[in-house]
Each structure stands twice: as structure tokens, then as C-alpha cells.
């Protein structure tokens, strides 16, 4: 063997091809635009320090030793961030005052100098340092392995959650045979593995050897793998981000090395500052980074906290090459940023119950107006290692304003059903030609159909792929099988107006003279974005993820002579997944089944000369039932109402076109709230604290739709249809939300 692993002069890198000068810093002005002390290094910029800044973690109340050549306690950067007045293991007494060699001070400054305005400041210029000498006033390093050993005790008794080991032996590991290292580092080897198994994580540069392999002691995993939990070793890069020419590569250390900035880097010497570059300057880099993940989240193990650096650490470009950079260049801005699935807690603890981030979203219709979630706290979000963090609770119950979509409604505009009657039977029908649907997962093939026949005593009617409003209720057939209106949807009842894709079946019988009973089911699924008419090919399974509805209707009414008719109904609606067309997810879900009973009354009214009249109001109570594992705990009862009145004329310029106008108020929630259980925090053993809070539903604003529409036969084959629709405080919301669409649609038939 070369050297005695006893008692020998370990290389210690102040060594050829390192550089060390003082440099006479002035302090920078308070007002300065950007930071003097972040911008003086480009080492912190290349590792995304910054970053960690912003998030607000810089190493505040977190423990480093330093074993090294101690530390010149007159330089004012270190006020302050003394934890522990450290040992002197050289001479064999208590506290470290002084440096002789320059190297400690350097290192310390890397690590934790202050950021005061002035001079530099340390990658984690809020952490305490615990200095101890273990350096010769010549630079080499000759304790024995018990004195080594000591010192790691040392550091591990005074609460050190970091060990920074700048130096190494100047050979790789496996230029000896386990059993002498185990034999010569008996003592050395026990304490580092209580120090790991006490939390500690330890820190070792490479060498500056510019050899494959690290130095030995950086390699010591690879011998002890119970050491694994906590070890860690660096490789220098230089200010273009590649290795240093002198520094070691990771070599068979690969899977616990990291590279960091080690080249020309600036930091405190003797009362001043200087600049220096080795791997020495590379692992307080990387104990500085341990450090800072430890401030804000203490709960982390060693073990953790080595596999988040080495995780999020830049593998792109030539820091792929694992035998030269390990795992990759130190990146303090992925490091601090949640890794993994990112999940949000439903119970006590961090072991509970959970869903994914990415998974939670609750969308309101219009029916909201905006849903008031100014008073909810943040919403504490864990990662992959149960690290927390605050996201915004607004954004998984987000209001999505439903503006309407001109270019998908002029799809469906003047898409008329082909009528045939006998005087008594009613058929109507759209096809779709080509494979192309108005009405994308609907069965039938997307066809529209509609049937009415009556019987002895009693009028069977039938519907597929059509709103439940040409059954249930008295508006006018005309607008909503042509669809001549821009919204065609608005002359519904809005509670039916929720179904897309609805089958409906429905018995009218006469009870008496002018007086009639109507009852009728109908299913389908749900529809929260009605102006939304895509083809069969944007989506073709996005679709079938739509909750179902079903519901019922009863209805009397009486004939009022010519076509003129007042119906009064009651019926039900059960949403499964969805409150009043409202779609939601993941832990923002807000009812596993809704159950929406609802009144409404109708009426048309033959004025003659072409004219028709019609109007309707709706009044609806729903009840919601929560699911579990969501952060909704509770829903109250929701109020609802929605009602218009227009006017049809035929007959208008020529006996072949026809004319509309159609004022709405569409379907607005009045009452009603939801109970959110938050989680906001989260302590050491892992328990949870949750704030309650509420969102309200009730909509700020009341959106009225004014529409007209005209439509005409020019002649056999063709006809022209335009429309025009005025929205006012558009989805319920207050302000002066307003939208104009104009449509226009020439058909020609063959």
C-alpha cells in the first residue's frame, strides 16, 4: 500500500492547479437592482439557487459541520451563523477560532457566508455552521482513524444534519481489499454509520486528481452499503457547466455523485474574500443544497433528501454521462419543486386517504355565475416524499366561462329534422350522412328521431337524440326541430336542457273535455356546454366519460282552443357525477348523485295570422350527495329557476319564411353552498391540520339572451336562414359580460 490508512498525510486540495488570492471587496450599495452578493458567483445562477430563494428556503435553522482546516471567526460574513463553537481536533481542545490554511473559511463561506449587502453569500446563507479542525497547518490531514472518528461523532452529538468533507485520499477504494479498509477504518466506518443512521447526511469531494474514480473515502459505499442512506460525493463543473479539467469523475460512485460549480468561485478568506477552484468548493455546494431541502421540510430522512438531489438534478445533454457527472448537475430549482405524483389529502394524516392534483377539477356551468372562493385558505398539496405545498384552491373549482362557440353552433343552426304527417301521426328524422354527428357518442348513429302516435284512448310519443322539450312541456316543435334559433336550447325547459343524447318515451291521455295528463321518463347523459356541437371525430371517447341522467315528468294541461294550450309539470332529474350539469373530479368532486325535483309551467298562444306565442318558467331544489375522499364535505340544498317568452310569425315577407324572437333568462343557481374540509399543513409526524371554509353558489349577476331569427325558402332546393343572439352578463355573472353572435346558413338540397 502506498500509505499508511492510519496515520498519513490525507490530499487535502489546495493542491497545484488551485488558486487562491485575496480580492478587495467594497460593499455593495443597499439599493442595488439586483442582489451584488447572488450575481458575484455564477455558481449559484448555474445550480438555480435563486429558485430556492423565491420559495423562500435558505437553509434557516439547519446544522453543518464542517470538517476541515477550521475558521476565521473575525470575518464578519460568519456573524451569526456560528450553531456550535466546534472542536479542535488537532491540538485537542474546544473551539475553532482561527485558520491557518484558509481552506475551512473558504468552504464555510460557500456554504453559509451571510447575505448582508455586501461581500457573497452562501448557497444556504441562513444555515449554522459547526467548524472542526482536523487540517495541519500545512494542509495535510494526519489524525488517526479514532481522532476521525471523534469528529464525526462530534458532529452528529451537536445536531449536525449536514457533514461537509472537503478533502479525500488521493487513491480510489479499490486500490485496497474491504477487509483492510474495515481493519484500518474501524472506527472511522462505525461513525459514519451511526451518523446516518441518526439522519445525518455526509458530504465528500472527488479529488482534483483528474482521474475515472473518486478518492477513497467518497467511494466508501461501494464497500459499505449501509452507508448508501446518506452518502454523497461531488465532481467539479467549471463556468461553461462542463467537468473541470483537475477534477476526478464519478467513476463507480456514480449513483450517489453529483456534479456543482467548482471553478473560480468566490467566497470568504481570512477577515476578506478570494477565489479558488476544486472539488473542495464542489461538496459545500451540495451540503449547502442538503441543507436547504432540510429547512423546509425537517420530516424528510437522509435518505430522502440524497434521492430528491440526485433525482432532480440535471441529466440533459453531457450530464447523460453517468461515469463523468453521476447523476447530474446540482439543480436547486427541481429540487425544490414538488417530485412524483403530486396528491391532496381527505384525512388526518399524510398516510390517509388522498387523490392526485392533476385529477381534481370541479367545472361550473353558467348556472353559477362565478362561485365565490375569495375567503378559502390555500390548499396544502404533498409530493412524491410527502413534501408540502400551497396551490390555489380557486383553481380546482374553477368558474369556466362557457363562452359561446360560433363556428361549433353554426354547425348545428337551420339543422333541420324532415317532418312527415298524416293528419294524426307525427314522424320526424335528421340522419347523418357520412359519419358525421352533431351530437358525438349518441346512439342511433347520431340520428335524431321523433315519433307521435295516436292511439284509441291515449298518445304514444317517443324521442332519440332530441331535447326532452319536444315531448314535455309547450314549446313551440318548430324551433326546436329546425333549429332556427341560434340557441335553440333556451326555448326548453332548462332542467331537460341538461340531457345530451336523451331517449324519451311518454303516454298522453284525456281526462276530460280540453284536459290532459302527460307522463314520461327519459336518459341520457350529461351536457354542461350545450352550444358545444363537435364532430365524431374531435373526440370520439371523451364522450363516453360523461355522467348519466335519467328522470321523470308529469304533466297536466288543458287545450285552450286552435293551438293554443297552459301545461303545468313536475318531474325529477338524477344526475349521477354532476350538480346541475357541473362535472368535477378527483378530490374537488362535488356529488356522487344529485337529485334535482322541479315545477314548471308553459304556455302557447295562437294569435293569429301566423302568430304563436309561447313562455315558460322552471323552479327547481336540488340535493347533493357528497362523495368520500373529496374535499367537499357538504352540500346544502341549491335553488334554481330559469324562464322565457318569445314569439314565432310565419308568413312574414313571402308564405314561404317565418320569423322569431326568444327572451330568456337561462337556468341561474339563486341558493346554496358547498363545505370544503382543507388541508393547510402538515407537522413532523406526518398529521394534518384542515381549515373549513365555503363556496358559495349562489350566482352575483342574472344573464338574460335576447335572440331573433329568420329563415326562408328561396326555392325548391334552397333556403336561407340567419340569427342573431344578444347575451347579456353571459353565465350569470355580474359586471357588464356581454356577447353578440350573428349566424347565417344557406342550404341546398339534391
Not at 563 to 590: D, K, P, R, Y
Request: glycine residues 10%; aromatic residues 10%; negative net charge.
Amino acid at each position: 500500500m502506498e500509505n499508511n490508512l492510519v496515520n498519513r498525510p490525507r490530499t487535502f486540495f489546495l493542491a497545484p492547479g488551485i488558486f487562491l488570492f485575496f480580492l478587495n471587496l467594497s460593499p455593495f450599495p443597499a439599493t442595488a437592482a439586483t442582489d451584488p452578493e447572488y450575481t458575484i458567483n455564477y455558481s449559484l445562477s448555474q445550480i438555480h439557487a435563486g429558485d430556492a430563494y423565491a420559495r423562500g428556503w435558505t437553509g434557516l435553522g439547519v446544522t453543518v459541520a464542517v470538517l476541515d482546516s477550521g475558521i476565521n471567526l473575525d470575518n464578519s460574513e460568519f456573524i451569526g451563523r456560528i450553531a456550535d463553537p466546534g472542536y479542535d481536533f488537532v491540538t485537542d481542545t474546544p473551539g475553532v477560532t482561527q485558520d491557518l490554511v484558509g481552506h475551512g473559511t473558504f468552504v464555510s463561506g460557500i456554504i453559509a457566508a451571510d447575505r448582508n449587502g455586501y461581500g457573497v453569500e452562501g448557497v444556504a446563507y441562513d444555515a449554522q455552521l459547526i467548524p472542526e479542525r482536523i487540517v495541519n497547518p500545512d494542509g495535510s490531514i494526519t489524525l488517526s482513524d479514532a481522532q476521525i472518528a471523534a469528529a464525526i461523532r462530534y458532529g452528529t452529538a451537536h445536531g449536525a444534519k449536514v457533514q461537509n468533507n472537503s478533502w479525500n485520499s488521493s487513491v480510489p477504494i479499490t486500490r485496497y481489499a474491504k477487509s483492510t479498509i474495515s481493519a484500518y477504518l474501524a472506527n472511522t466506518l462505525q461513525a459514519y454509520r451511526e451518523a446516518i443512521q441518526a439522519g445525518a447526511i455526509i458530504v465528500f469531494a472527488a479529488g482534483n486528481s483528474s482521474m475515472n474514480q473518486p478518492g477513497l473515502y467518497a467511494e466508501l459505499p461501494l464497500y459499505y452499503s449501509e452507508l448508501l442512506p446518506g452518502f454523497l460525493a461531488a465532481v467539479a463543473t467549471d463556468a461553461t457547466g462542463k467537468i473541470a479539467s483537475y477534477s476526478n469523475r464519478c467513476g463507480a460512485a456514480a449513483a450517489w455523485c453529483l456534479a456543482a460549480p467548482g471553478s473560480n468561485i468566490i467566497s470568504t478568506l481570512g477577515t476578506g474574500y478570494g477565489t479558488g477552484s476544486g472539488t473542495s468548493f464542489a461538496a459545500p455546494m451540495v451540503s449547502a443544497a442538503a441543507a436547504i431541502l432540510d429547512q423546509e421540510w425537517p420530516f424528510l430522512t437522509n435518505a430522502q433528501i440524497k434521492n430528491i438531489l440526485l433525482t432532480t438534478a440535471n441529466k440533459s445533454g453531457i450530464y447523460a454521462k453517468s461515469n463523468t457527472y453521476g447523476q447530474g448537475l446540482l439543480d436547486l430549482e427541481k429540487a425544490t419543486r414538488p417530485v412524483g405524483t403530486v396528491t391532496v389529502s381527505t384525512g388526518s394524516s399524510v398516510a390517509s386517504s388522498s387523490g392526485k392534483l392533476s385529477n381534481s377539477l370541479a367545472s361550473f356551468t353558467g348556472a353559477f355565475g362565478k362561485v365565490s372562493s375569495a375567503s378559502t385558505p390555500q390548499t396544502m398539496v404533498l409530493d412524491a416524499y410527502g413534501r408540502d405545498y400551497d396551490v390555489s384552491t380557486a383553481a380546482m373549482f374553477q368558474n369556466v366561462s362557457h363562452r359561446f362557440d360560433a363556428d361549433q353552433a353554426l354547425e348545428s343552426f337551420d339543422d333541420r329534422l324532415t317532418q312527415f304527417s298524416d293528419g294524426r301521426t307525427v314522424l320526424a328524422f335528421a340522419l347523418t350522412p357520412g359519419g358525421h354527428s352533431i351530437l358525438p357518442g349518441a346512439g342511433f348513429n347520431g340520428a335524431r328521431l321523433f315519433m307521435e302516435a295516436p292511439m284509441e284512448s291515449m298518445t304514444l310519443t317517443g324521442a332519440a337524440n332530441l331535447d326532452p322539450s319536444v315531448i314535455f312541456g309547450l314549446a313551440p316543435r318548430e324551433v326546436l326541430f329546425r333549429a332556427e334559433a341560434v340557441e335553440p336550447e333556451v326555448a326548453s325547459n332548462a332542467y331537460l336542457s341538461l340531457v345530451r343524447n336523451a331517449t324519451t318515451l311518454a303516454l298522453k291521455v284525456p281526462v276530460h273535455e280540453g284536459v290532459w295528463l302527460r307522463g314520461g321518463s327519459f336518459f341520457g347523459v350529461e351536457d354542461n356546454d350545450p352550444a358545444k356541437a363537435s364532430t365524431l371525430a374531435d373526440d370520439p371517447r371523451g364522450v363516453g366519460a360523461r355522467a348519466a341522467i335519467y328522470g321523470g315528468v308529469g304533466e297536466i294541461g288543458v287545450d285552450l282552443g286552435r293551438q293554443s294550450a297552459v301545461a303545468v309539470s313536475a318531474g325529477f332529474i338524477e344526475e349521477n357525477g354532476t350538480l346541475l350539469g357541473a362535472s368535477s373530479s378527483g378530490v374537488a368532486a362535488l356529488a356522487d348523485h344529485t337529485l334535482t325535483s322541479f315545477v314548471s309551467g308553459s304556455a302557447k298562444a295562437d294569435l293569429g295570422d301566423g302568430f304563436m306565442a309561447f313562455a315558460g318558467a322552471e323552479f327547481g331544489w336540488s340535493r347533493a350527495q357528497t362523495p368520500s375522499n373529496s374535499l367537499v364535505t357538504d352540500i346544502s340544498a341549491l335553488t334554481s329557476q330559469a324562464m322565457r317568452v318569445g314569439f314565432t310569425k310565419t308568413s312574414v315577407l313571402s308564405d314561404k319564411d317565418s320569423f322569431g324572437f326568444i327572451l330568456s333568462q337561462p337556468l341561474q343557481v339563486r341558493g346554496g353552498s358547498a363545505g370544503l374540509s382543507i388541508p393547510t399543513a402538515r407537522d413532523f409526524d406526518g398529521h394534518i391540520s384542515r381549515t373549513r371554509a365555503t363556496l358559495d353558489f349562489a350566482s352575483q349577476g342574472q344573464a338574460f339572451d335576447m335572440q331573433a331569427f329568420y329563415q326562408m325558402a328561396l326555392d325548391e332546393k334552397g333556403s336561407l336562414a340567419a340569427g342573431l343572439l344578444l347575451r347579456q352578463n353571459a353565465d350569470n355573472a355580474s359586471g357588464s359580460d356581454h356577447e353578440t353572435v350573428a349566424l347565417a346558413r344557406y342550404r341546398l338540397s339534391f
